[in-house]
């Protein structure tokens, strides 16, 4: 609850993470660090990556671009902010929005996130259109943000995400929002893929 009011005050949000995702069926694990800046009305958020650096995944809005030279050089996903897959990024809402309604929720026991006191949650989604099976995530007790959450997708790869500084209702660069492909870039647009 304490989260969900945290959440509810929150209009905009700025700071930076560290984040590994893990194949198990490969065994490897990517690690990754950036910055983020997220606005909730319209919603708009940038990913942008120190680590690999110059990787980044935008959603102005409208459409969603996700640029990771590190391992596709040369080819820019656009994606309707519309679509399933573009709200998933937005992990924040999907967690915090009618979290009682959407989730069956456990206790995931207390640990300590970047020297914060943090009480964990297991989430269960009641229904198949979340982008998870399952998530954990870490809520600071003493101020109700949220601290890092993990996220296991279908196909069995989790995403660890650690929040390392977070500052809510931060001024915002509304520049960064805004993403132009690079010139000569291959664009994959999942509209026409999807016949829509």
Known sequence: DKAVSAYAKTKTSKGTFEQAITNPLTGSTVKAVGEFQQQRQPARFSFRFSQPKGDLIVGDGTWLWVYLPSSQP???IKVPMTEGGAGSL????RFFDSPRT???ITDAGTA??????THGLLLKPKSSTEPFTQAKVWIDMADGTLRQF?????SGI?????????TPNAPIDAK???F???KGARIVDQTVLGGR
């Open 74 to 76: 040369n080819q820019v």
């Open 176 to 178: 960064l929002f805004s």
């Open 102 to 104: 959407r989730f069956a």
């Open 158 to 166: 989790t995403r660890l995400v650690t929040i390392t500084s977070v």
């Open 112 to 117: 300590t996130i970047g020297g914060h006191a």
């Open 180 to 182: 132009k492909p690079p």
């Open 90 to 93: 937005d992990l924040a809402s």
């Open 150 to 154: 993990e996220t296991t997708e279908q």
